[in-house]
């Protein structure tokens, strides 16, 4: 559904992505993961054509790849990128809103009231957007591209300033996507909420996607226990740790698990028990361990 191809972009003397290509299909919510200014929104903006790359290329439906204005409109009819706050009309209503994207995009505004209710803003969604707090103007934005309902979704920090109940409104009507085959890309700072709907996490550093993490194959598990610096240190002089332990933010240490032969396995498990006071788990790592893998 969208393929990128080589794709590369440079600010001035700053290169952000170096050869990126990546193939998604429908029905896919991928996140997408870095600290701040590594280059997300650039390629959200590379994506959606308001930035032209230095060289690469983006292609929709194998077929349509910006090549021409007729391509360009072929491609904006089946995509929406998230509203910035500040691109809301102070002196209009949500419902305004939600009419204009829904006119823009979908051509009908049958849906409308559905997902007000859906997404809990009908005690607000008809008055003034100047008279909303942060939460409602970002749920406002969200509620925005589920009017528009386009085949595919660039969402930038689309939990920013939202409360726990938010997020969890928003990260079901994010499931509900993926049951009407859209293809979705979240960027974001909230790590384990990925977790709760992503088919894959995708790790951008340097230019380049340095790790995906896909949840519906296996993955690799591992020992985890939460030890202290100290402790670690003091391991790391006892026993020969093995290859490809991680030690991750001074407070967890990942052992593979499934390289251990069965007795290993049994040694370790009853070594680490000892660290009391801890939990131990096995498992593979989750979204906010890989971060910490690869950037603290
Ligand atoms: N218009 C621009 N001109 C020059 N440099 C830019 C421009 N836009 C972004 N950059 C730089 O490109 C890099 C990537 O920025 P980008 O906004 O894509 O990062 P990001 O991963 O989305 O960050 P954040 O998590 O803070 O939103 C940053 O170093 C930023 O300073």
Not at 152 to 178: C, H, R, T, Y
Request: aromatic content about 10%; proline content about 2%.
């Amino acid at each position: 559904m969208l393929e990128l191809k080589k794709v590369s972009i440079a600010y001035k003397d700053k290169q952000v992505l170096q050869n990126l290509s990546l193939t998604a299909k429908k029905g896919e919510i991928i996140g997408l993961v870095a600290p701040n200014g590594t280059g997300k929104t650039t390629l959200f903006k590379v994506i959606s054509h308001s930035i032209k790359p230095d060289s690469g290329k983006v292609t929709v439906d194998k077929t349509y790849s910006y090549q021409s204005e007729k391509q360009q409109v072929a491609i904006h009819k089946q995509l929406t990128t998230f509203p910035d706050q500040s691109e809301l009309f102070a002196e209009l209503t949500g419902m305004d809103h939600l009419k204009l994207y829904a006119d823009m995009w979908k051509g009908t505004r049958t849906h409308i009231p559905t997902l007000t209710a859906s997404l809990k803003m009908d005690h607000y969604v008809k008055k003034k957007v100047k008279t909303y707090s942060l939460g409602m103007r970002q749920r406002l934005c969200f509620a925005m591209m589920v009017a528009a309902d386009t085949k595919i979704m660039l969402l930038d920090e689309v939990m920013n300033g939202l409360d726990v109940e938010n997020v969890a409104i928003i990260s079901k009507q994010l499931l509900d996507f993926k049951q009407q085959d859209k293809l979705v890309f979240v960027a974001s700072h909230l790590l384990e909420n990925l977790d709760l709907y992503a088919d894959r996490v995708l790790y951008l550093r340097d230019g380049q996607f340095i790790h995906e993490q896909r949840f519906h194959e296996k993955q690799s598990d591992y020992i985890k226990v939460g030890i202290k610096k100290d402790q670690y240190d003091q391991l790391c002089a006892a026993v020969s740790l093995p290859d490809n332990h991680v030690y991750l933010a001074n407070r967890l240490l990942c052992i593979p698990f499934d390289v251990l032969s069965a007795e290993q396995q049994t040694e370790w498990i009853q070594r680490l028990l000892e660290y009391k006071g801890t939990d131990l788990t096995i498992g593979p790592l989750g979204t906010l361990e890989y971060y910490e893998k690869f950037y603290a």
